[in-house]
């Protein structure tokens, strides 16, 4: 589905990955699951693109509701995948977050749950190449994607900046639905590693012009950087 013209997501506010779409070709943000494939499939077709259209993906953080089909497409079709060089370990498995996921609400945990289940969240493979990337870097793929350090949620956790849609992706460095609880709005993300520095790099978004805020999980926000800072450290 459309958010805005040029981005289009692949899932829903629990778990997404998102296209950004140009004439010189795609390039996804994150990667969701692995039962995102048929979905993608979809999503190219109804778009008249195919998978050869996809450049790269590029990571907000390693976590693996994240980089669902990242290994699928860079091994079976050569696409590569870049993610922050504080989480190439993570995004290949080598290191996980021990974090605790705080306050629970049995409805928002069932739903996040079954929908992980449904869409083979168990069986996401870890990458096995990345290409890394560093806070302030304007990648080579389509809509220049630039990346913003969000350090916190994980120590590689970054927004992607693509200017040419006025749209931010900050992945689970705040969300604006609390997988958990079921609580929306602009907050910090459950499981986050280190919540004072999460809220504390949000600070790098705040002179940011982008009107459209995607978060790893919830529903996009339309609306100023300093609103969406505010609410998320209220």
Same mark, same amino acid.
């Given at each position: 589905?459309?958010?805005?013209?040029? #981005?289009?997501? #692949?899932?829903?506010?629990?778990?997404?990955?998102?296209?950004?779409?140009?004439?010189?070709?795609?390039?996804?943000?994150?990667?969701?699951?692995?039962?995102?494939?048929?979905?993608?499939?979809?999503?190219?077709?109804?778009?008249?693109?195919?998978?050869?259209?996809?450049?790269?993906?590029?990571?907000?953080?390693?976590?693996?509701?994240?980089?669902?089909?990242?290994?699928?497409?860079?091994?079976?079709?050569?696409?590569?995948?870049?993610?922050?060089?504080?989480?190439?370990?993570?995004?290949?498995?080598?290191?996980?977050?021990?974090?605790?996921?705080?306050?629970?609400?049995?409805?928002?945990?069932?739903?996040?749950?079954?929908?992980?289940?449904?869409?083979?969240?168990?069986?996401?493979?870890?990458?096995?190449?990345?290409?890394?990337?560093?806070?302030?870097?304007?990648?080579?793929?389509?809509?220049?994607?630039?990346?913003?350090?969000?350090?916190?949620?994980?120590?590689?956790?970054?927004?992607?900046?693509?200017?040419?849609?006025?749209?931010?992706?900050?992945?689970?460095?705040?969300?604006?639905?609390?997988?958990?609880?079921?609580? #929306?709005?602009?907050?910090?993300?459950?499981?986050?590693?280190?919540?004072?520095?999460?809220?504390?790099?949000?600070?790098?978004?705040?002179?940011?012009?982008?009107?459209?805020?995607?978060?790893?999980?919830?529903?996009?926000?339309?609306?100023?950087?300093?609103?969406?800072?505010?609410?998320?450290?209220?």
């Amino acid at each position: 589905m459309q958010l805005v013209p040029g #981005v289009r997501r #692949v899932g829903n506010d629990i778990v997404a990955l998102h296209l950004i779409d140009t004439p010189a070709g795609i390039t996804l943000i994150d990667a969701g699951l692995p039962g995102h494939w048929p979905d993608l499939l979809a999503e190219l077709a109804a778009m008249g693109r195919g998978i050869d259209d996809i450049r790269g993906v590029v990571l907000t953080h390693g976590d693996s509701d994240h980089i669902g089909i990242a290994e699928r497409l860079r091994h079976d079709h050569g696409v590569p995948v870049y993610v922050h060089t504080a989480d190439a370990a993570r995004a290949r498995g080598e290191t996980a977050s021990h974090a605790s996921g705080g306050s629970m609400r049995f409805g928002a945990v069932l739903g996040f749950a079954a929908y992980a289940l449904r869409k083979g969240g168990v069986r996401a493979r870890h990458l096995t190449e990345v290409v890394e990337v560093h806070d302030g870097e304007t990648l080579p793929l389509p809509g220049a994607p630039q990346i913003i350090g969000l350090p916190g949620h994980s120590p590689g956790s970054v927004a992607v900046f693509v200017p040419s849609v006025d749209t931010v992706f900050v992945g689970d460095a705040l969300t604006t639905r609390n997988v958990l609880t079921g609580a #929306v709005g602009p907050q910090p993300a459950p499981f986050t590693d280190d919540p004072v520095e999460a809220l504390r790099s949000l600070e790098a978004l705040s002179a940011l012009e982008a009107h459209h805020v995607v978060p790893g999980h919830g529903p996009p926000w339309a609306g100023s950087m300093a609103e969406v800072i505010r609410q998320a450290r209220a």
